[in-house]
C-alpha cells in the first residue's frame, strides 16, 4: 500500500514513468516490457495509485495516462519536480508520525546519507523549540533535513540561520507573501508565525555526527489551538487560497541545497548578508527572554556565529545565542 506508514524507500518506478509523462498516453505494452511485470500487475498498481487519488486515465487502445495528483508529499513527486544532487538523496514519508526530528534522530545514528529527509503528513507528538510542543494537522510542511556537514561543531547554528533564510526565500517566490525572519528562527508573515525551525545536534568535541533541521510550515492548515490564536497563523489564511505544497517543498529543498553546498565550499557569507536583509528585528529596540532573565536593548547585528548583538541602554552590546525575542 502506497500511502502506509513503512518508509518507502523503494521508489515506486510506475509512478516516476506517469510523472514524467503527465498528460500523455503511455501503452501497457510499454510498461510491462519496460518493467517485466504483466499488464494485471500494471493494473493492480494503478488501481493501488488511484485509491490514494491519483486521476489516471485508461484506455484499452491508447494505455495509461496521469491526469492529475493527489495532495500528498510523496518522494516520487518530490523526486519529479525537483533536480538535487545532496537533499533527497533517500526520503523516509509517513502519512503520519510522532515527529520527524524523533525519527530523523534514529535514522542519522543508523548511519543513512548526507541530506536524508523525513517527510509526514501529520504528526502526533511534535516538538518546537524550548520544549514545547508543536500543532501538526494534516495540511502543513513538516520535514527534517539530515546533514552531515564538514564543518565544526561550532557552526552549526548557522545551519538554522540558512534555514530561516532558505524558507523565507522559497515562501516569498512561490506565494508572493510578505514573509520575515524573527531571530533566531521564526518566519512570521502579517506579524504572526507560519514556520518555526528546531535544529538538534549530534558532535564530538571537535567534529559533527550529525544536523537534524526540523522544519515546520503552517501552509494549508486552517485551525490552530485557542493558546496559538492570534500568535500563529498559515499561507493559506493570508493568502485566501490554497497554497500548492509541492511547489512550495520543491522551491525549499533548492534553496537549502544551493545555500548547503555553498557554505560548504565558500562559507555562509552570501546567507548571512540575506539573513540581514529579511530579519525584521535590526535597528529595532526588542525584549529578550532568556533562561534566567529578561532584558531590553536594540538589535545591531549578527555575529559571524549567528549570535544577535544587542545594545542595552547603557550602550554596552552584548551577544545573545538563545531566548526568546518579543518586539
Ligand atoms: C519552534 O518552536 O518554532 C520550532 C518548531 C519546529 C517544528 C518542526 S515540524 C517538523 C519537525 N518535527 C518536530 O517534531 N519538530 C520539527
Same mark, same amino acid.
Given at each position: 500500500?502506497i500511502?502506509?506508514?513503512s518508509?518507502r524507500?523503494k521508489?515506486?518506478e510506475?509512478?516516476m514513468?506517469?510523472?514524467a509523462n503527465?498528460g500523455?498516453?503511455l501503452?501497457?505494452?510499454?510498461?510491462?516490457k519496460k518493467?517485466?511485470?504483466?499488464?494485471?500487475?500494471?493494473? @493492480?498498481?494503478?488501481n493501488s495509485?488511484?485509491d490514494i %487519488?491519483y $486521476?489516471?486515465?485508461?484506455?484499452?487502445?491508447?494505455?495509461y495516462?496521469l491526469d492529475?495528483?493527489?495532495?500528498l508529499?510523496l518522494?516520487?513527486?518530490? =523526486?519529479?519536480k525537483?533536480?538535487l544532487t545532496?537533499l533527497?538523496?533517500?526520503?523516509?514519508?509517513?502519512?503520519i508520525?510522532?515527529? /520527524?526530528?524523533e525519527d530523523? @534522530?534514529?535514522?542519522a545514528? +543508523? %548511519?543513512v546519507?548526507?541530506?536524508t529527509?523525513?517527510?509526514?503528513e501529520?504528526?502526533? @507528538?511534535?516538538r518546537?523549540?524550548?520544549?514545547?510542543? =508543536?500543532?501538526s494537522?494534516?495540511?502543513?510542511?513538516?520535514?527534517?533535513?539530515?546533514l552531515?556537514?564538514?564543518?565544526v561543531?561550532?557552526?552549526?547554528?548557522k545551519?538554522?540561520?540558512m534555514?530561516?533564510?532558505?524558507?523565507?526565500?522559497?515562501i516569498?517566490? /512561490?506565494?508572493g507573501?510578505?514573509a520575515?525572519i524573527?531571530?533566531?528562527n521564526?518566519?512570521?508573515?502579517?506579524?504572526k508565525?507560519v514556520?518555526g525551525?528546531?535544529?538538534e545536534?549530534?558532535?564530538?568535541?571537535?567534529?559533527?555526527?550529525h544536523?537534524?533541521i526540523?522544519?515546520?510550515?503552517?501552509?494549508?492548515?486552517?485551525?490552530f489551538p485557542?493558546e496559538?490564536?492570534?500568535i500563529g497563523t498559515?499561507?493559506k489564511?493570508i493568502? %485566501? +487560497?490554497?497554497?500548492?505544497r509541492l511547489?512550495?517543498?520543491?522551491a525549499?529543498?533548492?534553496?537549502l541545497?544551493?545555500?548547503y553546498?555553498?557554505a560548504?565550499?565558500?562559507?555562509?557569507?552570501?546567507?548571512?548578508?540575506?539573513?540581514?536583509?529579511?530579519?525584521i528585528n535590526?535597528g529595532k529596540?526588542?525584549?529578550?527572554? %532568556?533562561?534566567?532573565? $529578561?532584558?531590553e536593548g536594540?538589535?545591531?547585528d549578527i555575529?559571524?556565529?549567528g549570535?544577535l548583538l544587542?545594545r /542595552?541602554e547603557n550602550?554596552?552590546?552584548?551577544?545573545?545565542?538563545?531566548?526568546?525575542?518579543?518586539?
Amino acid at each position: 500500500n502506497i500511502s502506509s506508514n513503512s518508509d518507502r524507500l523503494k521508489p515506486n518506478e510506475l509512478l516516476m514513468l506517469l510523472l514524467a509523462n503527465k498528460g500523455t498516453y503511455l501503452s501497457g505494452e510499454d510498461i510491462s516490457k519496460k518493467f517485466g511485470i504483466t499488464r494485471s500487475a500494471i493494473w @493492480k498498481q494503478i488501481n493501488s495509485l488511484r485509491d490514494i %487519488g491519483y $486521476v489516471i486515465k485508461s484506455s484499452p487502445r491508447l494505455g495509461y495516462c496521469l491526469d492529475e495528483s493527489p495532495d500528498l508529499l510523496l518522494p516520487e513527486e518530490i =523526486w519529479s519536480k525537483s533536480d538535487l544532487t545532496v537533499l533527497g538523496s533517500k526520503i523516509y514519508y509517513y502519512s503520519i508520525t510522532g515527529s /520527524t526530528n524523533e525519527d530523523a @534522530k534514529k535514522l542519522a545514528r +543508523e %548511519g543513512v546519507p548526507d541530506g536524508t529527509l523525513v517527510i509526514a503528513e501529520k504528526q502526533h @507528538k511534535a516538538r518546537g523549540r524550548m520544549g514545547r510542543a =508543536w500543532n501538526s494537522p494534516d495540511g502543513g510542511l513538516w520535514l527534517s533535513v539530515i546533514l552531515r556537514p564538514n564543518f565544526v561543531p561550532m557552526d552549526a547554528p548557522k545551519l538554522t540561520i540558512m534555514t530561516a533564510v532558505a524558507v523565507t526565500e522559497a515562501i516569498i517566490q /512561490t506565494t508572493g507573501i510578505h514573509a520575515e525572519i524573527k531571530w533566531p528562527n521564526d518566519i512570521l508573515a502579517d506579524g504572526k508565525k507560519v514556520c518555526g525551525i528546531l535544529t538538534e545536534m549530534s558532535a564530538e568535541m571537535d567534529a559533527i555526527n550529525h544536523v537534524i533541521i526540523g522544519v515546520g510550515i503552517n501552509v494549508n492548515n486552517n485551525d490552530f489551538p485557542d493558546e496559538l490564536k492570534g500568535i500563529g497563523t498559515s499561507l493559506k489564511q493570508i493568502k %485566501g +487560497e490554497n497554497i500548492n505544497r509541492l511547489a512550495l517543498l520543491s522551491a525549499l529543498l533548492k534553496k537549502l541545497e544551493y545555500y548547503y553546498i555553498k557554505a560548504e565550499n565558500e562559507g555562509f557569507h552570501e546567507v548571512f548578508e540575506k539573513w540581514r536583509s529579511l530579519c525584521i528585528n535590526l535597528g529595532k529596540k526588542i525584549n529578550i527572554t %532568556g533562561k534566567n532573565d $529578561v532584558f531590553e536593548g536594540t538589535a545591531i547585528d549578527i555575529d559571524e556565529f549567528g549570535a544577535l548583538l544587542v545594545r /542595552t541602554e547603557n550602550g554596552e552590546v552584548v551577544r545573545v545565542l538563545s531566548g526568546d525575542v518579543s518586539l
